[in-house]
């Protein structure tokens, strides 16, 4: 692309002009044949010629680039596009700040603005210096935050010439530093640097032709900073004060301010010493206007005008400035900056004497000498003053000493030397008085340490040309030539790094150097050095330097000599070319005073006057040189013989060093005209001042660049318009834009790929724009054609549906003519074929009934004679066949008889054959093997059973001894965490001792390793003999069996063919006589074993006995009830097995083994219930072994012992089976009886050798408490094991007694036929019939009892997890508290220790709990049991009930009476249902207590589980127990207790807001209890009467609810605060950045200061946009959440978030006023789009009706701002859409307004005045008007409405999570 391109029809060009400077043009036509056609906006029509394209008028940027906040974002980059960006902003929006790349720009208003003020400081806090509108705060936190981060010192230049506002841009800069980084020492250092400036204002800044205050010297004010970056001191240089001011001004001018303000206050009796009444002591009253020597007199005592040195500029007053107000102000300054009033008095009378002295009239007294009139009382004034002698004052202003060899001359002097004598006299006083004060002032801001970092702001004269300019104009401007030097380099370091950083090809830039010019000014044989050398020659003069410096200096090209002047010299700045008038250099470079002036000085008799002139010069060099008359003596210092010229050239290097060793950041302000209007622009003097200050070198080293700036993402959404779909890869966005460059720019050099940004020369993107333009125009075009299209397809459509409906209407008549016509006819032969149908129908049905008729009387008349013909056969047939059938029964009966016969007597053969042969069998001893089988069947079962449920019973004792062990080691952790408290000065001791007792562990471990070896051994061998013995019994059974059935088959048969017959009738009788026997013994059996187990539990309770007792001696008295019914007990024992007083019933049963498995519990757990008893549930006694050693081998041993136990039952089992299958006279069972005799020694041996095992350990470790514990238990468990094994012995014994009873019983019955008891096998079916009922009983109790061990062992292997998790805990706590320091390990165990103990509390109170609900619940049951007993009778026979109970009695007597001692039965004392008062009872020493337990200790996740506002309820229950007392110091230390400790807590918690919330909720509640029970009848309106009774009666504690009310306050604003830090970060993203409507807003070209360009802070933002408004709504959500979670009254939760929604509209709408790329239509829309997302959380939240959104009306409305329309007819429409915006906000978003198209149209000038006009006729106050940003530190009154409880004091509970027993209720 060329350029000529864009000089095409249309285009906007920039033409010079001398007025405007530039002009604004638009092209005619195409540029073509060097010929460029222009119209004016006037219409003026002009043709101007051009040599090349390189002349031709500079091109216009768009119009949406107009007005942009940064000029580097410009596309053209050219000093017209520069100066009228500045003026639309400064005219049109009033926007005094615009960024240059880094420079701030800042252009004077002349009128005060409110956009300096705290909410401006805070909206300004945290953003990088592009994120907001241009500003000097921006720029300041700019500095703060790289101070902040890259830990390096920064510095502020402000320049600009006078008038331009440096000093109040400096002011601003430093009271945002002393806002943000403000001290919080007593000192308050900030308040002094602020003070600090009507000080310096006062003097040195004066009133000139250009300025009401400029500032007539440069200072360098370093503000000092802490590691915390905190102001902690500050420190203050100054530079080349304009003295000459104080002896002459120009017309229009004044001299400093101090003067003026010190005659304001001549009229004050205090300052009358100062003598500045009399007219007639002045002498100069109006010099310059009058010739007349004589001195007037004055009419106005006191009045500047009196003195010489203030009326010179003949403009005495400042319009708008009160100097006496001043004056105040400056003497406050003072006292707080520490100078005493005496010292201000003396300084107010060195003012006074400089003053004097210029009235000080010297006379001509001929020839070259001068005289003083001896009654001048000027002279007189100005000693006293001074204190100084008058007459050497008078002999040295007119007399100078010259000093020849060793002779001292006093020559007189001329008049005008006096005259310049006494000038300079009075110049170098004032410089002095200035070091001095500005010395005080550092040490007013001296901080006392060595600072961390400073910031230094440069507040400095800018470049000055004037008509005549001297040596004064000379040095500001090689200052600024110096300082320009230093913007340039750090300017073009930043472009090239930023290159660098993007990986970019760059070529070197070519930019202004001006080291040629400052090489003229300071180097060798240049204009300084020449100036001293010259101020060194004796007879030097101006003309002779000058004439020097024509010789010397022609060689520099900077240098040159004016055509028609010789005593001036021209200087090329890098401004603009500077002529000087050489008169004066050399004096003003001397700067000399008289040596005998000084020294009369020194003599004063004022300590001020006196400590000036005689302080050393390194403390405070001074600037001038003292010339004595003669040769300076030999010990005067070299820095009295600098010139000042050197002096200010080394200051000057010195300040260069300062800045080049900090990050600089500059501001240049800018004078918009001379005449002090606000916002007035004047181009050309605009135009002198940018080339001046250096804007347009930064804009031209931009230029030469690339300026514009795209990151790829931002480039893509503003110009995908220029691509194809084709061209888009989404996952490579540089590809993507890559594509789009090349199809739009061929020349590369035009632009660059950086590594996240695209670069663009100038003028790259004003064509990529109308490029874009003109793609949409066309898409537009586009648009509008195929709209119109389809509006005119759409009418022709209407018209031909129109055409075509008509047309049906017509055919449709024509048609439905022809149907009509058709129909008739079609009708007419219709009725005429249903007519002669009928006809022909009746006609045919007529016949068919005649020809039915004929038919059905023949039919039947056949029918009857067929029917007469088979009821005659069917009668034959049935007499046949009954004759048949009679005859063939009578051949089958016959046969049959004979059948009948013949089997009758072959049975009766058979019969008597099989009956001897069953009594021979009767007679074998198998049959009584048959007899008993069935009994020891059985025994057998139930042994088998039996041996299942110790089976069960040991595999549950295994989980217990295993819980025993965890809970054991558990206590061990405990115990060792107590030691480590107790001692931790112990450690290295125990892990020295540790390691011993590793070592002899592992030496133990290693010889019980062994001897567990050789018990394996053992064990294997014992396995194998029994393996080989049960073979070989196998074997012998099996030949045993062998030969018996052989042996008894054939003497059965023998046996039974002698004796059936004969005995089967005996066999028979008995049978019969024998079952009836067996049932009365089997009742019998059952009565008494019944009988036996009441008596047992009768003898029980009469010992007094509550728990389960078992001895040896009396385990086995229960073990023949094992066939008895069991469905009694088991049904009583599940319905009373919970009582603690119920006794166990024997072995076998359900409630025999839960007493077992709970005893072996207590056992286990070895822990001491001892809180059931007295009711303390926080305490828990565990016994703590002392050594946890050994915890591996004894779970080893064990687990051996274990395995040991179940081979020896299953060896059992076998010896078992072999005696039961083994025949006892059998000579193999014999031998089995040895072998099983051998098997047991061996066991027994065995046994003796793991007790040895088991002593040995024991013995080798006595001190071990956990083995001893465990050798003990498995003692205990060997005995237990014995019993039982003698209990299966005696129960076998009984049963086979009862067998061999039965079978005798039997013997003497029936003798030798004891088989006929059995005959018809009845025996058989009773015992199967009782073994079936037993079994399904044992089964019932065994399902049940299945279930109870499996929820046991479900409940012990939680316990087991959990407290494997404990131990892991404890574990790794300790292994963590082994690694820290003495007090981190107190401290961490102790929390733990808490922790822990708070957790098993809470657990323990649960158990608690439900065990006392089901003791209730046991109650309630048997108190129903015992009515109903009552009621049927059973109260009066209590010892029958007694005896026929299974329990021994009826559970009313255990209820209702106690057993004593004696046995005596007494009456129980019941206890009544109490009234309770609604109040807590305490001790006063517990009060502590209670205060720590409700209030210190008190977490939020307990809180949330109690009723909400229950500490308030449990503390006001305790203050109405002081009032029912009446004990005012306890109720007053009560009170005060409950105060300070909340206001602790918040102190402590103050950033958590759960406590926070939690006990604003309590304070309040306690508070509303307050009000509730005071006794005001205007608090008493819901109470119910029994809250009335309990209202305060003794105390008024209306000064404690004041109290509660000023901390509910407190902590409301603490919750606030917090709510608002959490949503601050998220408030701009979330509302103002957040694009709910994707592709909507469109970025507009950005520069060096875009959103992500900022210097100082290169990080992005915290929150996503696009997630921000989610986690906003979350955090809205999160706070009504925890607000309704602890019972927050709901008009407070509206307040809150009423102060919420305002924080949030507050924030945003600052934010908007503050950002002009905010400011369009679209966002607009998407501003209220995010907005509609708080308003419908309000709703879902149900908060809209309370008026919450009504918060954020300022923020919708600037939204529905942005989105209206801008014509003049919607002007009374937005004024009254936004009532809720104040004047300053409209006009500030309208001006901010922004197309962010070409196609939407700017907002006219005339249109924001027509609503400014509308607006002020507003009712609003003028702070109102005057207000921008909203203040964002605004709170709503905070009000506490009264919410009265309807919970009752008497119902209310203390919790179990509350430790308060303490408290007593009553």
Request: aromatic share 8%; with cysteine; net charge neutral.
């Amino acid at each position: 692309m060329s350029v000529r391109e864009l000089y095409v029809k249309g285009a906007h060009v920039w033409i010079p002009d001398r007025e405007q400077v530039w002009r604004c043009a638009q092209l005619t036509q195409d540029y073509k044949n060097h010929l460029v056609t222009v119209t004016f906006e006037d219409g003026q029509t002009q043709e101007i010629k051009v040599k090349s394209d390189e002349e031709l008028p500079p091109l216009r940027n768009p119009e949406i680039l107009i007005g942009e906040n940064d000029l580097t974002s410009l596309s053209y980059l050219h000093e017209p596009a520069v100066l009228y960006n500045l003026q639309v902003r400064f005219c049109n929006q009033n926007a005094i700040y615009t960024y240059c790349g880094i420079v701030l720009v800042a252009i004077n208003p002349y009128e005060e603005l409110p956009i300096y003020g705290p909410d401006t400081i805070s909206a300004y806090r945290g953003h990088s210096m592009g994120d907001l509108d241009p500003h000097i705060f921006a720029v300041a936190e700019e500095a703060f935050t790289q101070m902040e981060r890259d830990n390096r010192d920064q510095s502020i230049i402000v320049s600009g010439e006078s008038g331009a506002g440096k000093t109040v841009s400096a002011k601003y800069a430093m009271r945002y530093f002393a806002s943000v980084g403000g001290s919080d020492s007593e000192t308050q250092i900030e308040k002094k640097i602020l003070a600090s400036n009507p000080i310096m204002e006062a003097i040195g800044n004066a009133k000139t032709t250009r300025n009401d205050n400029s500032s007539r010297f440069g200072k360098y004010i370093e503000l000092d900073f802490t590691r915390s970056y905190s102001i902690m001191g500050a420190n203050m240089r100054t530079y080349l004060l304009e003295k000459s001011r104080v002896v002459f001004q120009a017309p229009e001018e004044r001299n400093y301010h101090i003067f003026y303000q010190l005659c304001s206050a001549a009229s004050d009796k205090k300052y009358s010493h100062l003598r500045l009444g009399p007219p007639e002591t002045f002498h100069y009253m109006n010099q310059g206007l009058q010739e007349d020597p004589t001195p007037p007199r004055r009419s106005r005592p006191g009045h500047q005008d009196n003195f010489h040195y203030l009326n010179q500029g003949s403009s005495p007053s400042i319009e708008g400035v009160d100097d006496g107000a001043d004056f105040i102000e400056t003497c406050k300054a003072l006292s707080l900056l520490g100078i005493s009033e005496a010292t201000q008095n003396q300084m107010f009378r060195i003012l006074a004497g400089i003053l004097h002295l210029g009235n000080i009239v010297i006379q001509d007294n001929g020839g070259d000498a001068s005289t003083i009139d001896k009654g001048d009382e000027s002279l007189a004034i100005v000693a006293e003053l001074l204190g100084i002698s008058a007459s050497e004052l008078k002999m040295w202003l007119c007399h100078r000493k010259i000093t020849s060899g060793r002779e001292v001359f006093t020559k007189p002097v001329t008049l005008s030397e006096a005259t310049f004598s006494r000038d300079a006299l009075a110049k170098h006083i004032y410089a002095k008085l200035f070091d001095w004060i500005v010395k005080e002032i550092n040490k007013c801001f001296a901080a006392p340490t060595k600072p961390f970092r400073f910031i230094g702001v440069l507040d400095i004269y800018g470049f000055e040309t004037f008509e005549i300019n001297s040596f004064e104009q000379f040095c500001i401007n090689y200052a600024n030539e110096k300082l320009q030097q230093q913007f340039n380099q750090h300017v073009f370091k930043l472009e090239q790094e930023e290159y660098v950083k993007e990986q970019i090809e760059w070529e070197f830039i070519n930019f202004y150097d001006n080291q040629p010019c400052i090489d003229l000014i300071e180097s060798k044989l240049g204009i300084l050095d020449l100036l001293d050398e010259e101020c060194r020659m004796p007879k030097g003069s101006d003309q002779s330097w000058v004439e020097k410096l024509y010789d010397k200096c022609k060689k520099w090209d900077h240098f040159s000599k004016p055509r028609l002047s010789n005593t001036s010299f021209l200087i090329a700045h890098f401004a603009d070319k500077v002529g000087y008038e050489c008169a004066g250099f050399l004096e003003k470079n001397r700067d000399t005073v008289s040596e005998e002036q000084i020294n009369l000085l020194k003599s004063s008799q004022i300590s001020l006057v006196h400590a000036l002139f005689t302080e050393k010069a390194q403390v405070a060099p001074t600037k001038v040189k003292v010339l004595p008359t003669g040769p300076s003596p030999a010990h005067s210092s070299k820095q009295m013989r600098k010139s000042v010229g050197s002096q200010f050239r080394d200051s000057l290097n010195l300040l260069m060093l300062t800045l080049n060793s900090t990050t600089p950041h500059y501001v240049r302000c800018i004078k918009p005209n001379d005449d002090k209007m606000a916002f007035t622009f004047d181009p050309t003097r605009a135009i002198q001042q940018l080339r001046a200050c250096g804007v347009l070198e930064t804009v031209r080293i931009s230029a030469a660049g690339y300026p514009s700036r795209w990151t790829y993402h931002e480039f893509f959404c503003r110009y995908r318009v220029l691509c194809t779909s084709r061209d888009i890869v989404r996952n490579d966005m540089r590809l993507t834009c890559e594509k789009i460059i090349a199809n739009m720019i061929t020349d590369e050099d035009k632009f660059k790929f950086g590594r996240t940004k695209i670069f663009f020369r100038a003028g790259q993107v004003a064509y990529m724009e109308k490029l874009r333009a003109d793609r949409l125009s066309a898409c537009g075009i586009m648009i509008q054609k195929n709209v119109r299209m389809y509006i005119h397809r759409n009418r022709f459509r209407r018209m031909r549906n129109s055409a075509i409906v008509i047309q049906k209407y017509a055919r449709g008549m024509a048609s439905r003519r022809l149907a009509h016509h058709m129909r008739q006819t079609a009708a007419a032969i219709k009725i005429q074929a249903c007519v002669r149908g009928w006809v022909k129908r009746v006609q045919y049905r007529r016949l068919v009934y005649t020809i039915t008729r004929l038919q059905a009387h023949a039919r039947g008349c056949w029918a009857r004679q067929k029917y007469q013909h088979m009821r005659r056969d069917r009668a034959a047939i049935v007499i046949q066949k009954n004759v048949r059938q009679w005859l063939t029964r009578r051949r089958y009966l016959r046969a049959m008889r004979g059948f009948v016969i013949v089997q009758g007597l072959v049975r009766c053969f058979l019969a008597r054959r099989q009956l001897k042969k069953l009594k021979i069998e009767a007679k074998s001893i198998e049959h009584q093997k048959k007899l008993n089988k069935g009994l020891e069947n059985k025994i057998i079962s139930l042994q088998q059973k039996l041996t299942e449920m110790k089976n069960e019973n040991s595999f549950i004792s295994s989980y217990k001894e295993e819980i025993t062990v965890l809970k054991t080691r558990v206590t061990d952790l405990k115990g060792v965490e107590k030691q480590l408290k107790a001692s931790n000065n112990q450690v290295s001791e125990l892990e020295a001792r540790i390691a011993e007792l590793t070592k002899e562990l592992e030496m133990e471990r290693g010889e019980k390793m062994d001897v567990l070896t050789q018990k394996e051994r053992a064990d294997k061998e014992n396995r194998e003999l029994i393996e080989k013995l049960n073979e070989e019994n196998v074997r012998l059974t099996k030949e045993l069996s062998d030969a018996q059935k052989e042996e008894t088959k054939r003497e059965s048969e023998e046996y039974l063919r002698r004796k059936f017959e004969a005995e089967k009738q005996q066999l028979i009788l008995e049978n019969t006589d024998e079952k009836s026997g067996y049932q009365r013994l089997l009742k019998e059996f059952n009565r008494l074993e019944q009988k036996n187990e009441h008596l047992e539990e009768e003898l029980a309770k009469f010992k007094g006995g509550n728990a389960h007792k078992r001895t040896a001696s009396n385990v086995s008295n229960l073990s023949g009830a094992s066939d008895a019914p069991t469905e009694l007990v088991h049904d009583d024992a599940s319905e009373f097995s919970s009582f603690p007083g119920d006794d166990d019933i024997g072995y076998g049963s359900v409630r025999s083994r839960s007493s077992e498995m709970s005893d072996s519990n207590r056992n286990l757990d070895n822990i001491e219930w001892s809180s059931q008893k007295t009711g303390d549930t926080s305490e828990i006694k565990i016994q703590v072994p002392q050594k946890m050693e050994d915890i591996t081998l004894v779970l080893q041993l064990q687990n051996k012992v274990r395995e040991l136990e179940k081979e020896r039952r299953n060896l059992s089992k076998q010896i078992d089976h072999l005696e039961s299958s083994s025949p006892p006279d059998d000579p193999q069972h014999a031998q089995e009886l040895i072998r099983l005799q051998e098997l047991e020694m061996e066991n027994a041996k065995l046994k003796d050798d793991l007790n040895r095992l088991r002593k040995s350990i024991a013995d080798s470790e006595p001190q071990n408490n956990r083995v001893q514990e465990f050798m003990r238990q498995f003692e205990a468990l060997q005995d237990e094991l014995e019993r039982r094994r003698e209990e299966c012995i005696q129960l076998r014994t009984v049963l086979a007694n009862r067998a061999h009873d039965l079978r005798s019983v039997t013997q003497t019955s029936y003798g030798k036929d004891v088989d006929i008891v059995n005959e018809d096998g009845e025996l058989v079916l009773a015992y199967q019939t009782q073994k079936q009922v037993n079994r399904r009983q044992l089964e019932d109790e065994l399902k049940k009892e299945k279930q109870r061990l499996h929820e046991t062992e479900t409940d012990y292997k939680g316990e087991l997890e959990r407290l494997r998790r404990d131990n892991e805990r404890q574990q790794k706590l300790l292994a963590q508290n082994l690694c820290k320091s003495d007090a981190t390990n107190s401290e961490t165990l102790l929390q733990s220790e808490i922790m822990r103990l708070t957790s098993e509390n809470l657990n323990l109170q649960g158990q608690v709990d439900n065990l006392t609900e089901q003791l209730k619940k046991y109650k309630r049951s048997l108190r129903a049991y015992a009515k109903k007993l009552k009621e049927a009778g059973g109260s009066s026979s209590k010892r029958s009930s007694a005896q026929g109970s299974p329990y021994g009695g009826d559970p009313t007597d255990m209820l209702d009476v106690n057993t004593t001692n004696e046995g005596e039965v007494l009456p129980i004392i019941r206890k009544k249902e109490r009234e309770y008062m609604g109040m807590f009872e305490y001790d006063r020493r517990e009060e502590m207590q209670i205060i720590r337990v409700l209030v210190y200790e008190l977490k939020p996740r307990v809180a949330v589980t109690l009723l909400p506002g229950l500490p308030a309820y449990i503390l006001f229950m305790c203050i109405r127990h002081t009032d029912h007392i009446n004990d005012d110091e306890k109720v007053r230390s009560l009170l005060n207790n409950i105060v300070n400790g909340v206001k602790r807590v918040i102190k402590k918690r103050h950033e958590d807001l759960d406590s926070t919330v939690l006990w604003l909720s309590n304070v309040l509640r306690l508070l509303h209890n307050l009000k509730q029970y005071s006794g005001d009848k205007a608090f008493q309106a819901e109470n119910t009467v029994k809250q009335n009774e309990q209202s305060l009666k003794n105390f008024d504690l209306s000064e404690y609810r004041q109290v509660l009310s000023d901390i509910a306050v407190w902590i409301y604003n603490g919750v606030i605060k917090l709510m608002e830090e959490k949503v601050q970060p998220l408030i701009v993203p979330s509302i103002l950045e957040h694009e709910a409507i994707a592709g909507l807003s469109g970025n507009k070209p950005g520069g060096m200061r875009g959103r992500t360009g900022s210097v100082a802070r290169e990080l992005e933002s915290p929150v996503e946009p696009q997630k921000a408004l989610d986690l906003l709504l979350k955090e809205m959500t999160q706070f009504y959440r925890t607000l309704a979670m602890f019972g927050t009254d709901p008009e407070l939760i509206t307040q809150v978030f009423r102060q919420i929604f305002y924080f949030i509209c507050a924030g945003s709408l600052n934010n908007l006023l503050l950002r002009k790329d905010m400011c369009h239509w679209s966002k607009g829309m998407q501003i209220r789009y995010n907005l509609s997302h708080l308003e419908q959380w309000t709703r879902d939240m149900r908060l809209h009706e309370s008026g919450v959104t009504d918060t954020l009306a300022p923020i919708i409305q600037a939204a529905q701002l942005l989105q209206a329309r801008k014509s003049d007819d919607d002007v009374h429409s937005i004024c009254d859409m936004c009532d809720k915006l104040s004047v300053s906000q409209i006009i500030k978003i309208l001006n901010l307004y922004t197309p962010a198209d070409e196609f939407e149209d700017r907002v006219p000038i005339s249109f924001i005045h027509k609503i400014q006009a509308k607006l002020q006729e507003r009712a609003e106050g003028e702070q109102a008007q005057a207000t921008l940003l909203m203040n964002t530190k605004f709170a709503f009154p905070v009000r506490f409405p009264f919410n009265p409880s309807s919970i009752h004091l008497e119902d209310i509970e203390l919790p179990d999570a509350l430790p308060l027993t303490m408290l007593k209720k009553v």
